[in-house]
């Protein structure tokens, strides 16, 4: 099976295409056959080693979002048939071959069915942003339309948690850069700040920080609330305020739920750049550059 191997850690030459073996259907398994894979910062810090606690088995395949066709079923699988269109979100650490590949085979309560409204290769974008922004908004735990604050409010999940927040009543501001203000304010935010020294003291009851930025902890009221997915170093506890990390769990589930509402027209993924499979150390050049407003594709 053609994909792109990873034979050991380092800086992005280290993707080369090559061939592995072909993953075996189990019982409860999907075989799908890959239309599109996202690049993720996970990605990045997987190959360049930045994650220390993810110990890899080599040779791997990175990759944790795919969006494809069905093209076999294990015999115990019933929410699946050959041929539906789905996407799914793959743990690659967990599974050792990931989504860089012509095909991916993993257990059928990872995946869901995918959005009529999108072209099928661009459903990759959705997975792991949409989910990582679901179950932290989740995390939240703050009173239904109080304040609150989303730091990287433009990336790719900080994108999708304004929008969630905002459809469940909450007044969102952003912090983003200036550039973004226009495109955050279209999609509902109501303040936009570009440094976090401008961040008003003690105003939100929640900030969902996606940036890494541990200073937004001041915008957080007394016994407020301060969740972060970033894997820099947390702020201190204060006033109160105990900032929490979440991290996101594979669910087929809340996924069908996430894909509902893009094709109800409620939440959207944007894509910025598509690259040939064989490309993926491009990719991965393109999204450690920064600034990128959408999600980084790989097309088999």
Do not use: C
Request: hydrophobic share 50%; aromatic share 4%; glycine share 10%.
């Amino acid at each position: 099976m053609r994909a792109v191997v990873l034979a050991g850690q380092g800086s992005p030459d280290v993707l080369v295409p090559g061939d592995v073996e072909e993953p075996a259907v189990g019982s409860g398994d999907v075989q799908v056959t890959v239309a599109g894979a996202a690049v993720n910062p996970v990605d990045l810090k997987t190959r360049s080693g930045f994650l220390s606690d993810i110990v890899l088995t080599f040779p791997a395949v990175l990759g944790w979002d795919v969006a494809g066709i069905v093209t076999a079923v294990g015999a115990a699988v019933d929410r699946f048939a050959v041929g539906d269109r789905v996407v799914g979100m793959i743990a690659q650490p967990v599974h050792r071959y990931g989504t860089y590949a012509e095909r991916v085979v993993a257990d059928q309560s990872l995946f869901a069915q995918a959005p009529r409204s999108l072209p099928l290769d661009e459903a990759a974008a959705i997975p792991l942003a949409a989910l990582t922004a679901w179950q932290t908004t989740a995390a939240l735990h703050v009173a239904e339309g109080t304040p609150v604050l989303v730091t990287g409010a433009a990336g790719a999940v900080g994108r999708i948690v304004t929008q969630l927040l905002i459809r469940r009543g909450h007044e969102v501001d952003a912090l983003a850069r200036a550039s973004d203000t226009d495109e955050l304010r279209d999609l509902g935010a109501h303040a936009v700040f570009d440094r976090p020294q401008a961040l008003p003291a003690r105003r939100y009851a929640g900030v969902v920080d996606t940036a890494g930025v541990a200073a937004a902890v001041r915008a957080v009221r007394d016994n407020g609330r301060f969740v972060s997915i970033d894997d820099n170093e947390q702020p201190d506890p204060e006033r109160g305020v105990t900032p929490a990390k979440n991290y996101v769990d594979e669910n087929g589930v809340q996924l069908a739920e996430i894909v509902a509402r893009i094709d109800a027209g409620l939440l959207s993924v944007p894509v910025a750049h598509k690259f040939p499979l064989d490309d993926a150390a491009r990719a991965h050049g393109v999204l450690a550059a920064g600034g990128t407003r959408g999600k980084v594709l790989l097309i088999p």
